[in-house]
């Protein structure tokens, strides 16, 4: 496949597509009224009339309430969802809108509403319509950003959210064959300008492909470099759970899982790949901490310290004085007596209060 084949997308290439979904009692099909959700939306409902038996299909629209346009979108979807035989809701964010990022907080709200759709109509997955296009786009973005093989791995073509599969079927399908799906079905859709819009990174990084293309650097290179990076991710993963029950066996008859923290053996520790005791810390710190994900340039070079605290602890040359203390994410990582703890870091107090 090309990075534009405008071939439309045959009943057998979707019903292969959407092969794994077949069994579900309901889907809900997130459709904004862009082209590629509205060819998910057709392509779904072609491949359900073909199948004697199959899942229930629910289409929703979110409207954020941010556009002026969005509410008559939504009611443009309904009636294409209508006359595809689909039942079609729209739902509202009627939260509190933040000043600052406001696209993840949008996307945030816009994910938990289709999972409580799902949720509420007995839908085992929530599809999206996120294309080939859209994997190399985030596989740019993370790279620009310098991010680790966990970012780089891009999206994944199922994750979990509140007992919700979040399925993407599309994750390989070039855009072109979408729009050229869709211009076979006579069906029109709405241009959203701001996925043209320079105020956004997406759309630049966007306008940047042509030239990454004419160097090799075309989408299906992207997207497969992101497929390869992931698998070497769910390697490393496996590699850090088998690490993390051999401490625990070295700690068998301690409680290396006490009082909400986690501790660790340092000869032990400082044996593994550091990779895998980057991940170990990282893990350990958002299981304890109280503050989010940690980052993971933190996490690095507190690495980093404790790595050279160890060292200093159990080399030949050790002085067994060197111990540490540090909070990051709310954890409190500590070393003493050749064991690293992490513990929940103490509340922070406000200086000077009464
Ligand atoms: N308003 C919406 N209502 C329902 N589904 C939506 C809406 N917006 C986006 N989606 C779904 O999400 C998919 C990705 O959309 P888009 O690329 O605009 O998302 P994004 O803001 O980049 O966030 P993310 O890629 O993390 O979902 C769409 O193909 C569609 O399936």
Not at 177 to 182: C, E, G, Y
Not at 287 to 305: M, N
Not at 317 to 325: D, P, V, Y
């Given at each position: 496949?090309?990075?534009?084949?405008?071939?439309?997308?045959?009943?057998?290439?979707?019903?292969?597509?959407?092969?794994?979904?077949?069994?579900?009692?309901?889907l809900v099909l997130a459709v904004s009224g862009g082209p590629d959700s509205l060819a998910l939306m057709w392509?779904a409902a072609?491949?359900r009339?073909?199948?004697?038996?199959?899942?229930k299909l629910i289409v929703v629209t979110v409207d954020h309430g941010?556009r002026k346009d969005a509410a008559r979108e939504a009611r443009e979807v309904k009636q294409l969802a209508r006359s595809l035989d689909l039942t079609h809701r729209t739902m509202r964010w009627?939260?509190?809108?933040?000043?600052?990022?406001?696209?993840?907080?949008?996307?945030?709200?816009r994910?938990?509403l289709l999972?409580?759709v799902?949720?509420?109509s007995?839908a085992?997955?929530?599809l999206?319509a996120?294309?080939?296009?859209?994997?190399?786009?985030?596989?740019?973005?993370?790279?620009?950003?310098?991010?680790?093989?966990?970012?780089?791995?891009?999206?994944?073509?199922?994750?979990?959210?509140?007992?919700?599969?979040?399925?993407?079927?599309?994750?390989?399908?070039?855009?072109?064959?979408?729009?050229?799906?869709l211009?076979?079905a006579?069906i029109g859709f709405a241009?959203?300008?701001?996925?043209?819009?320079?105020?956004?990174?997406?759309?630049?990084?966007?306008?940047?492909?042509?030239?990454?293309?004419?160097?090799?650097?075309?989408?299906?290179?992207?997207?497969?470099?992101?497929?390869?990076?992931?698998?070497?991710?769910?390697?490393?993963?496996?590699?850090?759970?088998?690490?993390?029950?051999?401490?625990?066996?070295?700690?068998?008859?301690?409680?290396?899982?006490?009082?909400?923290?986690?501790?660790?053996?340092?000869?032990?520790?400082?044996?593994?790949?550091?990779?895998?005791?980057?991940?170990?810390?990282?893990?350990?710190?958002?299981?304890?901490?109280?503050?989010?994900?940690?980052?993971?340039?933190?996490?690095?070079?507190?690495?980093?310290?404790?790595?050279?605290?160890?060292?200093?602890?159990?080399?030949?040359?050790?002085?067994?004085?060197?111990?540490?203390?540090?909070?990051?994410?709310?954890?409190?990582?500590?070393?003493?007596?050749?064991?690293?703890?992490?513990?929940?870091?103490?509340?922070?107090?406000?200086?000077?209060?009464?």
């Amino acid at each position: 496949m090309s990075d534009d084949d405008n071939s439309p997308i045959s009943a057998a290439a979707a019903k292969a597509l959407f092969a794994e979904l077949r069994g579900a009692p309901a889907l809900v099909l997130a459709v904004s009224g862009g082209p590629d959700s509205l060819a998910l939306m057709w392509l779904a409902a072609r491949w359900r009339r073909s199948l004697a038996r199959g899942p229930k299909l629910i289409v929703v629209t979110v409207d954020h309430g941010l556009r002026k346009d969005a509410a008559r979108e939504a009611r443009e979807v309904k009636q294409l969802a209508r006359s595809l035989d689909l039942t079609h809701r729209t739902m509202r964010w009627t939260g509190a809108k933040p000043k600052t990022g406001l696209p993840a907080a949008a996307r945030d709200a816009r994910y938990r509403l289709l999972v409580k759709v799902a949720r509420a109509s007995g839908a085992t997955h929530v599809l999206t319509a996120h294309t080939r296009d859209d994997q190399a786009e985030t596989l740019l973005m993370r790279l620009l950003r310098g991010s680790g093989i966990v970012g780089l791995s891009a999206m994944a073509r199922i994750t979990q959210r509140d007992g919700v599969a979040l399925a993407r079927p599309f994750l390989d399908v070039p855009k072109s064959q979408l729009i050229a799906t869709l211009a076979r079905a006579k069906i029109g859709f709405a241009d959203d300008p701001t996925n043209r819009d320079p105020a956004f990174t997406r759309p630049r990084l966007r306008a940047l492909l042509p030239a990454l293309a004419a160097e090799g650097g075309n989408v299906r290179n992207l997207a497969r470099l992101a497929a390869r990076l992931a698998r070497a991710n769910a390697a490393v993963d496996v590699l850090a759970d088998g690490a993390e029950r051999f401490l625990a066996l070295r700690d068998r008859d301690r409680l290396s899982h006490h009082a909400g923290g986690r501790s660790f053996e340092a000869s032990s520790f400082a044996a593994l790949p550091e990779e895998v005791r980057l991940r170990l810390l990282l893990r350990a710190i958002d299981a304890v901490g109280h503050e989010g994900p940690a980052e993971l340039g933190k996490v690095e070079a507190l690495l980093a310290v404790l790595d050279r605290a160890v060292a200093d602890e159990t080399g030949p040359r050790g002085t067994g004085h060197i111990s540490i203390k540090q909070t990051l994410a709310g954890a409190l990582v500590s070393l003493s007596r050749g064991r690293i703890q992490i513990v929940p870091a103490p509340a922070r107090r406000v200086r000077g209060g009464s």
